[in-house]
Nanobody, 121 residues
Framework: VQLQASGGGLVQAGGSLRLSCAAS????????MGWFRQAPGKEREFVAG??????YYADSVQGRFTISRDNAKNTLYLQMNSLKPEDTAVYSC?????????????????WGQGTEVTVSS
């Protein structure tokens, strides 16, 4: 499956953005899907994941971010509200052949290119 992320940009603290991840060559409903982010000088980290049983979030984004997928459009989304400067990072979507969501970067088989999110204070 090929993944293409989009929707990043510059936003003020407290604002919102919605990231999209369009899939081709496979269906998003067939995979556990996730969003990860990498801030400058830091390791890539799990943000949110979704599978058939539900959605999962990092503690740092719980209550502010919502992951979802539209099977008809074969697209994964990340709605980000109440953004903070510490949310600034390159965000990437990923798919895992296993049906189970993992928080580990190395457990994902397919990656989209990143989309940059910058939150100004």
């Amino acid at each position: 499956v090929q993944l293409q992320a989009s929707g990043g940009g510059l936003v003020q603290a407290g604002g919102s953005l919605r990231l999209s991840c369009a899939a081709s060559g496979g269906t998003v409903s067939s995979y556990a899907m996730g969003w990860f982010r990498q801030a400058p000088g830091k390791e890539r980290e799990f943000v949110a994941g979704i599978n058939w049983s539900g959605s999962y979030y990092a503690d740092s984004v719980q209550g502010r971010f919502t992951i979802s997928r539209d099977n008809a459009k074969n697209t994964l989304y990340l709605q980000m509200n109440s953004l903070k400067p510490e949310d600034t990072a390159v965000y990437s979507c990923a798919a895992r052949s296993s049906p189970f969501v993992s928080r580990r970067v190395t457990d994902y088989d397919y990656w989209g290119q990143g989309t940059e999110v910058t939150v100004s204070s």
